[in-house]
Structure formats: structure tokens, C-alpha cells
């Protein structure tokens, strides 16, 4: 039998990633769609989410695809009401915000699953089993693309909340924080921040455990999500944001489902077991960044 | 009897706060300092903090009054160690290396103190008290003060990590995160940033619930440590940076000791009962801050 799920916030990611991993998998049926702009054909559409709440009591799973900003007070309406809730990364504009709806869910008995879309990427599983026994001894990612690719025209990105470069970047820190055996933390950054923008468009992170980042957005060419983690003399490579691994220079065996089928097929599972998943370490990293980082002006950003 | 303690960094608060505390209280025994610069007549004195934990295993107490940054290597040695921890506000420069010590302290079995010397001012208790069953419904803060006086010279607080204005402004947010009966989260945030330094001198914050705050860092004359909470027709008023207090315009009941003895008061409780106490929720808020706020830079500053 498969679950009713609403998505609320019919935008690009939605298009690409959501409607297609729920209507493809049999454990689901996208039953409503809230949104001021788009819709999903033959699905009921809402453009109030209030509305959606009254009219579908037999939804009882809400999918927030809405920017970090607004998503919180759709987040604590739908826990208010009993709905399991998963919200796209990053899970909100604040970690208090987060903790208070971790909070909500765990006294209204339901899920919430702050989603990381890349820890679900196909070679992320067989890194994480590699390192489980080992010390990491060092390591770099790398992490650069093309905002104008990625997020044309979206200003949005490049104001207070939209966390800039490290939109990307906490997909390379959700990796990072799901493989590691024992945790790292920040000890120095240097952001770089056009000088008509307020968040940066460049970072260089460091952090304990010899691990080093270089987060861009103005990539032109061939596109890179790459990190490697050293252990000794042992060699982790994960390419293609996650989606490749090798281990000592051989191929790992990969995970079946692409990222969006996976979250969904989690969820799935969390709901099956009555719990929730709520990791903020990666937007912990990224807290840290902004708070200990070292800003420096760049060039002038225009899309 | 008397448990023996070791201070970590004689500067400017250990001299004014700590050891006179600490001196002052039947409980404690000054057993040992170390520090680069300064000692305490009459008090073992090490400058290399291995070689006291290698030569002074009776003292199994540590209080950190370091800055924020190199905090963390000594508080993780001395947890390796079996050594009890008080850290000074804040517990550290990121939020992740905080939360790495809190698990450290668990599995060796050993008490860690994220101490917030406001908390312990003499109205807190009885505003937390009046609070505890009401619900706010608005407020304000006002914290201004003047960083020459205060913290004359110290370039360091405008360097990154150094928090800027947020060094006294996590004062008020230790004050708030106490005394509310429920937790708010930071809706928006304007930090004034000095065009030569890299942290804010002045912030202007808003969280829900209708609290707002202002911190300043250029307050001529007197200075200001202030906080107003509104719960329906209900009205508390901490002053003097929460040692004094109102409560619908009567003076409330305050505690007896001075912060810092209150603090070393309450860090015996917590060895006696074998407790950890590391609430992060006012760092929380600076990150968040720091995240999500937008910065507009104001006139260069000098001391």
C-alpha cells in the first residue's frame, strides 16, 4: 500500500528530483501539491497550505521543498497538526529553529527528517564502511560549480540566509559528516564575499584532522564535487558528488538508488519505524564557517 | 574539605574573578595556575600545561579562562587525562568543537562546566521563576557598553572568532536563554561591522516571540545591561546586567553570591552529583547571527 504525501513548494528542485522520485516509486502517491506557483498535473493543487491542512486530513506526510527561510513556520503547522515532516537541506535558515522543530516532532510523536540529499549519493555507503575502523588522517574536498548553472538568477542565494557557496558546500559536509568515523571540527576560514553580495562565493576551510575544503561557485567547464580521505596509507575517492568511490585506486561497490529515490525510500523506513532523522553537524560546520570565518572582498557578482 | 583546582590563563578575568573566588570559598583550594604570563602568590605556578597534568595528578579540577580559540586543546587533554572541566564563556570558538568535548567528558566519565557567568547574576532566578508558567509575548534587550573601556586594546575581539560585539551580547543571550519558559529563534539580524575589522560592533536582533535586542559597543557614559520581558500584562525587568530585578515595578528577591562564586558554587554541585552542565543555546544564537544576519559596514574603528 502506498502513502499520501504532500509537496509544498512546486519549484525547480521539486521538478527535477521530488515529483519524479515519488510518482516512480510504488511506496508512494503525491496526493497534493502546495505552491504559488507551480503544480503537478492531476495532482489537487493548494496555493494555501492552511487550506491543504483542513481540506486532506488523510495526507499525513508533508515534503517541504521551500528555501530555508520560510520553511519553518510550514514545518511547525504541519508537526502542530500531526503531519510527519521531511525538509530539503539545509533544514532551516537557523540551528535554533531546527532544534525547536526536533523538539515539536518528538513531543507530537511524529517524524521529521532533515534531509541530505548527498549522503544518499551512491558511493557515499562504501566509503563510510572502509573508514568505520580506521583514524583519518587527512584529506581535501573540493567542491566547485557554476552558480549561474546551477541557480540562474537566483538571488536569493547571495542574500542573508541563503548561505551562499554553502548551498553546495554542505552536500560536500553532509558526506563529510556521514563517513568520518570520529568527528572534526572548524579551526580556521577564509570566505570570500563579493563586494556587492552578502554571502560568500568562495570559502577555504580547515579543519582538524589534517582536512582541508575549497567550496566555489564560479567554476566554468568540467564541474567537480570530489573529496579524499586519507587513513595511513589507505586512499578514499569519492567523485561526482559522492556517486563514484574508489578505494585504493579500485572501484566500490556503489548503492542502487539515485539520491532522491533514496531519501524517499529512508523516509519510508524512519516512518515505518516511528522515527525521526535529524543530524545538523553539516549546517553546524557551516555556522562555524560564517561565525569563525575570515571575510575578504571579491569581484562583484552579477548573474 | 576542600577540593583543589587548577587555573588555566591568569589574564585580566582570572585575576578579577577567578582567583578571588576561588580564594574566598571554604570549598576550593587554589592548587595550581598555569599560564605563559601570570601567576598567583603562594600557588604552584607551571607555564607548560603537560607538565602540570604529568606533576599534579591530585588535582583533578581544571578552569579554563583562555581565549575562545586555543580553549580546546587543553579542555580535550585535560578530559584524556580524567580531569573535570569549567570552560569561561564562550565554551569555545565553534559550535562543533563544543559538542566534541561534551561527548568526550561523557565517555571519560568526567564533569564538564560551559559555564555562563550571567546566568548566575542576582535577578535571574526570580525572573525564571516568575516566567516559568507564563508566556512571553514580547521584549527587548538593550546591551551597550563600551569596548574601550572594557576591553581596552584588545584587538583580538575584532578578529574573526573574537565575536565582536557578541562577546558581551552572549552575555544578555546566556540571561534570556535562561529565563524563558519556552526557547525562541532568530528571525533577522543587522551587525554593524567596522569598514577595518572583520566583526560586528553593533547588532540589532530580532527573534520570534516578539524579542528584539540591541547590542552596541560604543556607549559613552554609563553603560547599560538591560533586558524587559512581557508576558501579557505581566512586565520583569533585569538591570545591572541581571543583578537587579522588577517584576511589575516591585523589586524582586535576588540570590546571594557575586557570578563568579556562584559559578564555582554551582560547579561543586555538579561534581558532587557526578553532572555535566554545557548548554549551547546562547552560542547558538551568535552563530545564528552570524549566519543569517546582514552586514553593513559602519565607520573604521581604533582604540
Not at 580521505?229 to 574508489?246: F, I, K, M, S, Y
Request: glycine share 10%; hydrophobic share 45%; with cysteine.
Amino acid at each position: 500500500m502506498s502513502r499520501k504525501i504532500c509537496l509544498v513548494g512546486i519549484g525547480k528542485i521539486a521538478q527535477d528530483q521530488h515529483v519524479p522520485s515519488i510518482t516512480a516509486s510504488p511506496d508512494w502517491e503525491l496526493a497534493a501539491t502546495v505552491s504559488r506557483a507551480g503544480s503537478v498535473g492531476g495532482v489537487q493543487a493548494f496555493d494555501d497550505f492552511d487550506a491543504f491542512l483542513a481540506e486532506r486530513p488523510d495526507v499525513d506526510v508533508v515534503s517541504l521543498c521551500l528555501p530555508p527561510v520560510p520553511r519553518f513556520a510550514y514545518a511547525a503547522r504541519a508537526i502542530a497538526v500531526g503531519r510527519h515532516v521531511m525538509l530539503e537541506k539545509p533544514p532551516g535558515a537557523t540551528l535554533a529553529e531546527v532544534q525547536r522543530l526536533d523538539s515539536m516532532a518528538r513531543a507530537a510523536g511524529v517524524t521529521l527528517f532533515a534531509s541530505w540529499h548527498s549522503r544518499m549519493a551512491k558511493g557515499v555507503a562504501a566509503a563510510k564502511a572502509f573508514l568505520a575502523d580506521k583514524t583519518v588522517t587527512g584529506g581535501h574536498i573540493d567542491w566547485r560549480e557554476n552558480v549561474r548553472q546551477w541557480h540562474p538568477g537566483q538571488d536569493w542565494v547571495f542574500e542573508p540566509g541563503g548561505m551562499g557557496v554553502f548551498d553546495p558546500g554542505s552536500n560536500a559536509l553532509s558526506i563529510l559528516t556521514e563517513v568520518l568515523p570520529q568527528p572534526v571540527h572548524l579551526t580556521g576560514a577564509e570566505l570570500g564575499v563579493p563586494g556587492n553580495r552578502q554571502t560568500p562565493i568562495h570559502a577555504e576551510l580547515t579543519f582538524t584532522g589534517g582536512i582541508t575544503a575549497t567550496f566555489d561557485w564560479l567554476k566554468k567547464g568540467e564541474q567537480l564535487w570530489e573529496m579524499t580521505l586519507e587513513a595511513g596509507a589507505d586512499r578514499v575517492h569519492l567523485t561526482e558528488g559522492g556517486n563514484a568511490c574508489t578505494i585504493n585506486g579500485a572501484s566500490a561497490a556503489l548503492t542502487d538508488l539515485d539520491e532522491y529515490p533514496a531519501l524517499y525510500a529512508h523516509l519510508t523506513g524512519l516512518l515505518d519505524r516511528g522515527a525521526s532523522d535529524v543530524d545538523l553537524s553539516p549546517m553546524v560546520h557551516v555556522s562555524d564557517a560564517m561565525t569563525l570565518g575570515r571575510r575578504v572582498s571579491v569581484a562583484d557578482f552579477a548573474f
